[in-house]
C-alpha cells in the first residue's frame, strides 16, 4: 500500500494537488529523508519524459503521446534540469511554476482601446505609444503588452475606456490606483481611466482575466460580470466568464472575496473557486489548486476531464484559430491534456491519435472531419 507522501508526489506529477496537499507535501519535504525520496521519483519521471510530453486521456484511458523537441530535451539535460529544480526547491509554488510555465510569445499584432464616445485607438503589441484623452492630455503610456495609466487626483467624472484583447494573445493593464489585470485571450475590459474618490472602484469583464487588486479600504474594489459580482479591498483572484461557455467561474489566490449574484452571496477563502450557470444559479463552491486556473498567464493550458466542444473554444482563444466541426460526435469527447510550448498541427495530430479524426489547416481555419 502506497503510503502519504507516495500518494502526495504522485498528485504532484499528475498536477492534482489541491492548495492545502501542496502546503502539505511541502512540510513533509521537510525532512530530508523525504526529500531523498521525493528526488528519486522526480529523477525517474524526467527520465522516462525526456522528450516534451503531451498527456492525453480519452474516455478514461490514460494515453501518452510524445512531441519530440530535440533541441530542448535530451537524456542528460533533463536530468540536469530536474536536479536544478530539486536543489531550488523551498517554496512550492516556485517549484510549479518554473516546472510547468514557460513564458509564450504573443502571436496577434494588436489590441485596441474603446471610448465612451465610441472612438476605437489601435495598438501595436509592440509599439511604444503615449495615450492621450480627448484634451489631448496624457493619461496612459504603453510599452510592450503592457498600458500604464497615471493617477489624476483632480478628476471628477468617472470617464470609462474598454480594452480589447483579441484572440491569440494576453495584455497587461495597470489601472490608475495601482491595480494590475492581466487580460486572457478573446477578453474585453471596462474600467475608469481615473478612479474617484468617494466612489466604488468598480471595472467590468467579459472573457477571463487575473486580478491583483491595490488596498484601498475606503474604496472597495468590485468587479461585474454578466452572472455575478465580486467585492475586495486589496488580493488576488482570477475570472472567467466568457460568452461562449456554459459555466463563469472565479479562483482566490490571496485575501479574500465576496461574490454575489440574484440568488446568493458567498465569501472564499484562498484555495477555493465558486461557478455558476447564470445569473439566477447558486454558487458551487470548493477547493482547487489555483495555479491551475492561472497557468495561462505563462502560456501553458490544462484540459482536465474537458469535453472537445470546450476544448476547441480554449484552442480558438488560444491560437486565434477558428474550427468547423464535421465531426458532431467528437464534441462530446472527454480529454485531459497540458499544452505547453506545441503548435496547434501538433496539439491536432495528438489528440487525432488518442481519438482517431482528421483535421485540415487553411490559414487560420482549421476544418475536422470523421476518419
Known amino acids: ?10 498528485k504532484f506529477l499528475r498536477h492534482e494537488l489541491t492548495s492545502s496537499e501542496a502546503d502539505h507535501l511541502e512540510m513533509l519535504l521537510n525532512d530530508p529523508k523525504n526529500m531523498d525520496s521525493f528526488r528519486e521519483q522526480l529523477q525517474i519521471h524526467f527520465t522516462l519524459t525526456q522528450q516534451r510530453k503531451f498527456h492525453v486521456r480519452s474516455n478514461g484511458y490514460p494515453i501518452n503521446q510524445s512531441i519530440k523537441k530535440k533541441k530542448y530535451f535530451n537524456w542528460k539535460s533533463t536530468i540536469k534540469y530536474a536536479a536544478v529544480f530539486i536543489v531550488i526547491l523551498g517554496v512550492m509554488s516556485l517549484f510549479w511554476n518554473r516546472m510547468y510555465i514557460t513564458e509564450k510569445q504573443n502571436n496577434a499584432k494588436v489590441v ?25 492630455q496624457l493619461i496612459a503610456t504603453k510599452s510592450g503588452n503592457l498600458i ?17 484583447v483579441p484572440n491569440g494573445t494576453i495584455f497587461k493593464i495597470v489601472l490608475s490606483d495601482g491595480s494590475r489585470v492581466e487580460l486572457n485571450a478573446g477578453s474585453q475590459l471596462k474600467y475608469p481611466v481615473n478612479f474617484i474618490h468617494g466612489k466604488d472602484r468598480r471595472v467590468f469583464i467579459k472573457g477571463e482575466a487575473f486580478f491583483d487588486i491595490s488596498s484601498d479600504s475606503l474604496h472597495p474594489f468590485i468587479v461585474n460580470t454578466e452572472d455575478f459580482n465580486v467585492t475586495v479591498l486589496g488580493t488576488k483572484f482570477n475570472i472567467s466568464a466568457y460568452d461562449n461557455l456554459k459555466t463563469s467561474s472565479t479562483v482566490l489566490l490571496e485575501g479574500s472575496v465576496s461574490i454575489e449574484n440574484h440568488v446568493e ?12 450557470a447564470n445569473s439566477i444559479s447558486s454558487f458551487d463552491v470548493r477547493e482547487v489548486d489555483s495555479r491551475r486556473y492561472t497557468a495561462w498567464r505563462k502560456g501553458i493550458t490544462i484540459f482536465q476531464n474537458e469535453n472537445f466542444g470546450y ?12 474550427f468547423v466541426n464535421n465531426y ?11 499544452i505547453v510550448e506545441e503548435d496547434i498541427e501538433e496539439v491536432l495530430t495528438l489528440f487525432s491519435k488518442s481519438r482517431p479524426f482528421k483535421y485540415k489547416i487553411d490559414e487560420r481555419k482549421i476544418t475536422i472531419y470523421k476518419k
Open 1 to 10: 500500500m502506497k503510503n502519504e507522501l507516495e500518494i502526495l508526489i504522485e
Open 112 to 136: 485596441y482601446i474603446e471610448t465612451e464616445d465610441g472612438k476605437k485607438e489601435v495598438l501595436e503589441i509592440n509599439e511604444e505609444k503615449k495615450i492621450l484623452n480627448k484634451e489631448g
Open 148 to 164: 500604464t495609466y497615471k493617477a489624476d487626483p483632480k478628476a471628477r467624472e468617472l470617464v470609462y475606456n474598454t480594452l480589447n
Open 265 to 276: 452571496k458567498k465569501k472564499l477563502i484562498p484555495g477555493e473557486m465558486a461557478s455558476v
Open 311 to 322: 476544448i476547441m473554444k480554449t484552442l480558438e482563444r488560444k491560437y486565434n484559430v477558428q
Open 328 to 338: 458532431s460526435a467528437l464534441e462530446k469527447e472527454i480529454f485531459t491534456a497540458t
